[in-house]
């Protein structure tokens, strides 16, 4: 069973911090690399951070120095540590992988970031 599970997000204070998850399912070895994602209401969904097999990392200019991407490979799971969150941070957030041409999403988890 193929399925890509977001897990982690909640309301946490401007300054605190969050952490996701993303477990990929059943496609752990076809992955060639895992993105994360979000969309705030109103606005189109903008790629936040990836990490490829090798672990190399890319970050959006807007989270660079606050968010990091890591992986587990033996929990077949990425995560996304959030810290420092400004009230902009808040939206869903998606992880996605890559499988050759074939992008998998999962379902989105809800961050807001709010006083």
């Known amino acids: 069973h193929v399925q890509m599970v977001e897990s982690g997000g909640g309301l946490v204070q401007p300054g605190g911090s969050l952490r996701l998850s993303c477990e990929a399912a059943?496609?752990?070895?076809?992955?060639?690399?895992i993105r994360w994602s979000r969309q705030a209401p109103g606005k189109e969904r903008e790629l936040v951070a990836e990490?490829?097999?090798?672990?190399?990392?890319k970050y959006a200019d807007s989270v660079s120095g606050r968010f990091t991407v890591s992986r587990d490979n033996a929990k077949h799971t990425v995560y996304l540590q959030m810290d420092r969150l400004k009230a902009e941070d808040t939206a869903v957030y998606y992880c996605?992988?890559?499988?050759?041409?074939?992008?998998?999403w999962g379902l989105g988890t809800q961050v807001t970031v709010s006083s």
């Open positions: 990490i490829d097999n090798w672990a190399r990392t």
């Open positions: 059943g496609i752990w070895s076809s992955i060639d690399f």
């Open positions: 996605s992988a890559q499988l050759g041409d074939i992008s998998l």
